[in-house]
């Protein structure tokens, strides 16, 4: 995880992948704000600390990570709101945030661990507010990638649905995303699985996260953006991710 955080570190200003992401969740993260510049907002597993920038387009952006790695890395590249904690007990007081995030967390999380996940992003929002969610989507989309990031799960839209609605949420948004992507990777990610999935030494070792000849990142890059237009308005039903608004109920107690 150190090796994949390091990675991520060189690439995530300028990879497709990371600017796709950028460009579909940012609007969700706005749906959230609902048009105010005030909010208190919190990436859980922030890892490098680089989304809690597009946060502080919202208002006071926060961020921890368990990796003492990560934050250093983050705090390095100048970003000084981020802490060392778990995603399970976070050192935050209860209803403290009006937006928590966690992109890319869960996932990789023991069953225990990860509806203890849940629900601390229940405890430290305030009634009303929102958790903005992203996960590895499709089983049939495991491979390489997977063992790097040391996946347990991918989600299909109804276990997701069922594990944030059991912390206490309400779902607002549900869509899958990546969906311009899928055919390449489901192919990719089915010759990966039939040949064996590779050792996380050798994943290591043939990283997926770096960044692509300038044409192709570009072209990607433009793909992506056309999808997150689309996403704007519609959902798609299959992609490598899966992106969940949701709302703590507004009668909910601290």
């Known amino acids: 995880m ?17 600017r796709g992401f950028r460009s579909f969740v940012t609007p969700l993260i706005a749906q959230a704000a609902d048009g105010r510049s005030d909010l208190r907002l919190l990436d859980a597993g922030c890892g490098t600390g680089a989304n809690v920038e597009l946060l502080q387009r919202f208002g006071r952006g926060f961020g921890f ?20 904690a778990t995603v399970t007990a976070a050192p935050f007081p209860s209803g403290a945030f009006d937006v928590v995030t966690s992109f890319d967390v869960l ?22 507010g929102y ?10 989309l495991r491979g390489d990638h997977s063992v790097l990031g040391r996946e347990v799960r991918r989600y299909s839209r109804d276990v997701l649905r069922n594990h944030v609605t059991g912390a206490g949420f309400t779902v607002v948004r549900l869509t899958y995303a ?26 290591r070792a043939q990283n997926e996260i770096s960044v692509p000849s300038a044409p192709v990142n570009a072209l990607l890059a433009g793909a992506l953006r056309l999808e997150a237009a689309w996403l704007r308005r519609f959902d798609v039903p299959f992609g490598s991710s899966l992106l969940c608004v949701a709302r703590k109920p507004t009668a909910a107690r601290t």
């Open 2 to 18: 150190e090796h994949l955080l390091r990675a991520t570190a060189r690439a995530e200003a300028r990879h497709f992948w990371f």
């Open 65 to 84: 990570d368990l990796s003492e790695t990560g934050v250093r890395l983050g705090r390095e590249a100048g970003r000084t709101r981020l802490a060392r």
């Open 107 to 128: 996932y990789s999380l023991q069953d225990d661990a990860e509806r203890a996940a849940l629900r601390e992003m229940y405890r430290l929002l305030r009634p009303g």
């Open 131 to 140: 958790a903005v969610i992203s996960v590895a989507a499709m089983e049939m």
């Open 178 to 203: 990546f969906a311009t992507l899928f055919v390449p990777l489901a192919v990719l990610r089915a010759w990966q699985r039939r040949r064996g999935l590779v050792r996380e030494d050798d994943a």
